[in-house]
Each structure stands twice: as C-alpha cells, then as structure tokens.
C-alpha cells in the first residue's frame, strides 16, 4: 500500500541521472565510481545510481551497476527522443503517478506543503525533515520536462504532459487511477477490492490482452484518447480499464469493443459488466461510463441503444471513418470528444 522510501528518488538533477547511465555505460560499477564520474561524493553516487535504478536504465547485480536495454536505449536516442523515454519512464514509477493523480484532484493546483503532506501519507520510512527534499525532487523531474508547471507557488500538471505520453499507463490494477482527494483510506479500499476479486481480475487481464491486440480496439482506444488529449485533459489507463479521464471535475470510464454483426450482442453485453464492475473496483461510484464500439450496432439489436442509455445509463459512441458518432443526448453530455 504505502511506498518504500527506497522508491522514492532523492536526485535533483535529472540531467545527473542521465549521466549516471551514462557512466555506466562507460565502466563505473560502484557509486563510488559513479561518483566521481559525475562530480558527485559518494552519498550522492548511491542516490544517482538508485534513481536511474528506480527509472529502469540499469540494475544492480552484485552491487554492480549494469546497464539495461532501456538504459542502452536511452543513450542511443536523439536529444528530442530522450526527453520522452524519460517522460514514459518516470511516468511508469508508481509515485509519479500517485502524484500527478493527486494534482489532479484540485483544478486551483496544490501547494508544495500539500505535496509534502501528500508524499507523507503515502509513503514509508522517510521522515519528516527528508520529505521536503525529496517532494522537490519528484517535482524538479517533472518540471524539468515540461509534465507540470508552477504559479503562485502552486503546482498543476501541464497539458504539455499529452505530448510526452498520450495514455498514462498505471501498471497496477490495485492504484486508484482517479482519486478525488489522494488519501491513503481510498487506495486502501481499492487495493481491498482487488484482493478479493483477484481471481476474477485474472480473467479479466487476459480478455484485456486479446482485446488490445486487435487492430479495430487499438483504433477506437487512439481515436477516443486523442480526442480527450485535444481538449487538454489526461487519458489514463491499467491492465483492465482502456480509458478513463477527469474532464472538468467529471470522471469518465471507456470500454473499447470491437464488434461484429454475429457477436454484437455478446460483446455489448460484456462491456456492461466490465464497467458496471471496473467502476466498482476502482471505488468511483459516480464516473459516468461509456461504450465505444466499432461500428453502429446492427439493426436486430438496435434496441440496445436506448436500452444502454436510458436504462443502464452508459452512453455509446462509434466509430465512423474517424469520426466519432452518438445520440445527441451523448454528444451534448461527451462534448469533449467533438
């Protein structure tokens, strides 16, 4: 639930980090050695080394620094390309996005002594004089590129942040991807919730993959995403949700589905249940849901159109040659997606 401080980065400079990987790409083992290849003392070796660990661009085998692929990768990448592998690794760290959450539940931004509060309650084994220093670093990151912004001494995220990474990806189903006020009681209700439905989510990760690899739901997961990236609003997802966006204070569920004239009824079906239940699991009860299909439905169950809005309350949209289509009920109520 809470973060070990040992994943909590305390290197400020985030061009150091990179020349961190950078000395290990050239021999440097130990942080001594790192070090003194970045004009650092050694306490600031083991910090640098442990941040570009935290970030996936080397590991430690042995107490030896080792390069990764993505380490490798970083280091072969233009000046423009590596700011974005820096984006999409720091946003794949778990409290980068604990953070950016956070900052999403105040549309006045969040003062750097809520940050602090913030990172105390989520975390463990940092104290109280420590936590300053390391919220000024997870917020230089993020400065740094361009992910958040500061004025009157408040924090926002950037729109910038949709340039860098299109979807926010959260790699636990356990993590609140829209809490509304970052307390430690709403990651815990979730993180429960997902314990006991473990064996369901299993089968829903699975269906999750065959879904995401057909080209139909890359296209209407892109197509929708785009649309909410457009209006300055962050598209986020997990292994089981496709999308999902706070849009002006209003949270809203996707489920993707492909469907054809002989499975549209099954796959309609199965929509329901999943964001009936992802909505569950994800303890927002008022998101509004919505469910984006391939093509309008077929004749023979058009009825389920008025079925989905008026009795289930999820709207539908469809995909239609790039353009997106609804009642216009849904597109008064979905106006950021037009």
């Not at 919220?135 to 912004?149: D, E, H, N, R, Y």
């Not at 990236?229 to 209003?250: C, F, M, T, W, Y």
Request: no cysteine.
């Amino acid at each position: 639930m809470k973060i070990h401080s040992n994943d909590i980065p305390q290197a400020d400079v985030l061009e150091d980090v990179v020349k961190t990987v950078m000395a290990v790409s050239e021999g440097a083992k130990t942080f001594q050695e790192i070090s003194q290849r970045i004009g650092k003392v050694d306490r600031q070796g083991r910090y640098y080394r442990r941040a570009a660990e935290i970030l996936g661009f080397i590991r430690n085998e042995g107490n030896q620094s080792v390069l990764t692929e993505s380490g490798k990768k970083l280091l072969q990448s233009s000046e423009n390309l590596r700011s974005s592998i820096l984006a999409r690794s720091i946003l794949n760290v778990r409290i980068f996005q604990r953070l950016i959450a956070f900052l999403e539940t105040s549309e006045e931004g969040v003062t750097k002594d809520n940050l602090v509060e913030y990172l105390g309650s989520v975390t463990e084994e940092i104290g109280e004089s420590m936590l300053p220093r390391r919220t000024s670093t997870l917020v230089a990151w993020l400065k740094f590129l361009g992910i958040v912004s500061e004025s009157d001494q408040k924090v926002f995220v950037s729109s910038n942040i949709n340039e860098q990474v299109p979807i926010l990806d959260f790699n636990n189903v356990d993590e609140p991807i829209l809490p509304r006020s970052g307390s430690l009681s709403e990651y815990q209700i979730v993180e429960e919730r997902s314990n006991k439905a473990r064996d369901s989510i299993l089968i829903y990760k699975d269906q999750a993959k065959l879904d995401r690899s057909d080209n139909a739901h890359i296209h209407l997961v892109n197509l929708v995403a785009n649309r909410i990236s457009n209006k300055g609003h962050l598209p986020k997802s997990n292994q089981l949700i496709d999308l999902a966006a706070r849009v002006e204070q209003n949270d809203y569920i996707f489920e993707m589905k492909s469907i054809t004239e002989e499975n549209a009824r099954s796959q309609i079906r199965k929509g329901v249940s999943q964001l009936y239940e992802y909505r569950y699991l994800q303890n927002v009860p008022n998101a509004k849901l919505v469910l984006a299909i391939e093509v309008q439905l077929p004749v023979k169950i058009e009825w389920m159109h008025d079925y989905l809005e008026s009795d289930r309350e999820i709207m539908l949209v469809w995909d239609g040659d790039e353009s997106i289509y609804s009642s216009p009920k849904t597109k008064s109520a979905l106006s950021f997606l037009w």
